[in-house]
């Protein structure tokens, strides 16, 4: 039996989460139609919709499923990608624009019918979804834009004006300028759902290797031979889906990767739960995320506390000070809760791209990989699952709503710490500017 060597963080999800499943005992030699390398929800969709189109799945995680950023994030499920059907077109046409905004719009359904299909006990509410904006310009900029797609689209979505925000965040004054709401998203245990896709994908046949780190992918004919700690697995097709992760260890499979993504840390706060007295703060139970480049993201959990993050230079193992910063800015939205004492801190890694979108690779035949969730791993990383399990069955990638690129490094990757630090040095005084509505 492999031993665990990367225990689960502390964190609030690993305090609240159901029980993990038992997962597959590795044996010396294996085989599988699909490997999949990484148990975060993207490889963990995968290998559930490989099943269910009668594939065989094996996944291998280095850690166990969920430990990355999918046990760790905020748990907002949020429909669609960041970017416009008017920025997707600019770079991939108006066809292909639209049918990836259209497919990726169905992520929060996706998310959600899988927990119905399955049963899956992880506190999710499809209570919707607010993105706030912090002042006129990226009202206008931002939030109007997304808000007007998503209505021609067909989603009965809603602009709030500052009187109707501050009423969704149950404040007297709201500290935004405006907002709008998207039905179609809501809240979540993180870690709960990972576990609960590993569960439904084990029901439906897939074999997940827990604390199996693949060492080595190299091709084998018309196949590929993954080698891990005691055992070897040979798989026709390969998924690489350990996104942040990349490069990170044992999982520097693919050269070059690595340089495609730049893993920036996202910290996170919970409050001790919240008594009868603060029930009117976010009456609704939603997740809310502002439209700052270095954005806010906050919601309650299932009982009751605050949970509020945002970017830290603060890596794996964060203290209580390093909340300094989320206690004032929980102070600034909900002053009735002060400077509330934190329960739980912890961080994580987000993937960010060049270009800030998602993206899928081929780099070789019969490897598939994604990268770059870029703050969207809920909904989008369950249904680019979906869309890989399609191109790993033989789908052409022309019939698949996403298009495969090539991937596209950072210069200077070396150098990337320094230079993320430098950026959000001056994303903060821009963000800044526009709370006072000094730029427009």
């Given at each position: 039996?492999?031993?665990?060597?990367?225990?689960?963080?502390?964190?609030?999800?690993a305090?609240?989460?159901?029980?993990?499943?038992?997962?597959?005992?590795?044996?010396?030699?294996?085989?599988?139609?699909?490997?999949v390398?990484?148990g975060?929800?993207?490889?963990?969709?995968?290998?559930?919709h490989l099943?269910?189109?009668?594939h065989?799945?094996?996944?291998?995680?280095?850690?166990e499923?969920?430990?990355?950023?999918?046990?760790?994030?905020?748990?907002?499920?949020?429909?669609?990608?960041?970017?416009t059907?008017?920025?997707?077109?600019?770079?991939?046409g108006?066809?292909?624009?639209?049918?990836?905004?259209?497919?990726?719009?169905?992520?929060?359904?996706?998310?959600?019918?899988?927990?119905?299909?399955?049963?899956?006990?992880?506190?999710?509410?499809?209570?919707?979804?607010?993105q706030?904006?912090?002042?006129?310009?990226?009202?206008?900029?931002?939030?109007?834009?997304r808000?007007?797609?998503?209505?021609?689209?067909?989603?009965?979505?809603?602009?709030?004006?500052?009187?109707?925000?501050?009423?969704?965040?149950?404040?007297?004054a709201?500290?935004?300028?405006?907002?709008?709401?998207?039905?179609?998203?809501?809240?979540?245990?993180?870690?709960s759902?990972?576990?609960?896709?590993?569960?439904?994908?084990?029901?439906?046949?897939?074999?997940?290797?827990?604390?199996?780190?693949?060492r080595?992918?190299?091709?084998?004919?018309?196949?590929?031979?993954?080698?891990?700690?005691?055992?070897?697995?040979?798989?026709?097709?390969?998924?690489?889906?350990?996104?942040?992760?990349?490069?990170?260890?044992?999982?520097?499979?693919?050269?070059?990767?690595?340089?495609?993504?730049?893993?920036?840390?996202?910290?996170?706060m919970?409050?001790?739960?919240?008594?009868?007295?603060?029930?009117?703060?976010?009456?609704?139970?939603?997740?809310?995320?502002?439209?700052?480049?270095?954005?806010?993201?906050?919601?309650?959990?299932?009982?009751?506390?605050?949970?509020?993050?945002?970017?830290?230079?603060?890596?794996?193992?964060?203290?209580?000070?390093?909340?300094?910063?989320?206690?004032?800015a929980?102070?600034?939205?909900f002053?009735?809760?002060?400077?509330?004492?934190?329960?739980?801190?912890?961080?994580?890694?987000?993937?960010?791209?060049?270009?800030?979108?998602?993206?899928?690779?081929?780099?070789?035949?019969?490897?598939h990989?994604?990268?770059?969730?870029?703050?969207?791993?809920?909904?989008?990383?369950?249904?680019?699952?979906?869309?890989?399990?399609?191109?790993?069955?033989?789908v052409?990638?022309?019939?698949?709503?996403?298009?495969?690129?090539?991937?596209?490094?950072?210069?200077?990757?070396g150098?990337?710490?320094?230079?993320?630090?430098?950026?959000?040095?001056?994303?903060?005084l821009?963000?800044?500017?526009?709370?006072?509505?000094?730029?427009?």
């Amino acid at each position: 039996m492999n031993m665990p060597t990367r225990q689960l963080p502390r964190s609030l999800w690993a305090a609240t989460a159901c029980p993990a499943p038992a997962y597959t005992q590795p044996r010396a030699e294996m085989t599988a139609d699909v490997a999949v390398i990484g148990g975060g929800y993207t490889g963990l969709s995968t290998a559930l919709h490989l099943a269910r189109k009668g594939h065989k799945a094996v996944i291998l995680e280095a850690a166990e499923p969920g430990w990355g950023a999918s046990g760790r994030n905020g748990g907002q499920v949020i429909a669609g990608m960041k970017a416009t059907i008017g920025e997707l077109a600019g770079l991939f046409g108006q066809d292909a624009a639209h049918r990836m905004v259209a497919n990726m719009g169905g992520s929060a359904d996706l998310v959600f019918s899988l927990i119905e299909r399955y049963g899956m006990n992880c506190h999710a509410v499809r209570s919707g979804w607010l993105q706030a904006a912090h002042g006129p310009k990226p009202y206008r900029d931002l939030v109007v834009p997304r808000y007007e797609q998503w209505r021609s689209l067909g989603v009965a979505a809603e602009l709030l004006n500052a009187s109707e925000t501050a009423s969704a965040l149950g404040v007297a004054a709201s500290p935004y300028h405006a907002a709008w709401r998207d039905p179609r998203g809501g809240v979540l245990q993180p870690l709960s759902y990972a576990r609960e896709l590993a569960r439904a994908a084990l029901s439906e046949g897939v074999e997940i290797l827990a604390y199996t780190p693949a060492r080595r992918l190299q091709q084998d004919g018309a196949g590929w031979v993954i080698a891990a700690d005691g055992m070897t697995l040979h798989a026709g097709q390969v998924v690489l889906a350990t996104n942040a992760y990349t490069g990170a260890g044992s999982e520097s499979l693919w050269p070059g990767l690595e340089r495609a993504l730049i893993p920036v840390t996202s910290f996170q706060m919970a409050t001790h739960p919240l008594d009868e007295r603060y029930d009117h703060i976010l009456p609704a139970g939603m997740g809310v995320t502002d439209s700052r480049r270095l954005l806010l993201y906050f919601r309650r959990d299932h009982q009751k506390r605050l949970v509020m993050g945002g970017r830290s230079p603060v890596e794996d193992s964060p203290t209580f000070a390093d909340a300094a910063p989320l206690q004032r800015a929980v102070q600034g939205l909900f002053p009735e809760l002060g400077l509330p004492k934190p329960e739980f801190v912890w961080s994580g890694k987000v993937a960010i791209t060049k270009d800030r979108l998602p993206h899928i690779h081929q780099p070789a035949a019969g490897l598939h990989v994604f990268m770059g969730c870029n703050g969207r791993g809920v909904g989008l990383c369950t249904m680019m699952g979906k869309m890989l399990a399609d191109l790993a069955c033989g789908v052409p990638a022309a019939d698949v709503p996403f298009p495969v690129t090539v991937p596209d490094s950072f210069a200077l990757h070396g150098l990337r710490k320094l230079g993320v630090y430098a950026l959000s040095q001056y994303y903060r005084l821009l963000d800044k500017m526009e709370a006072a509505g000094r730029l427009r």
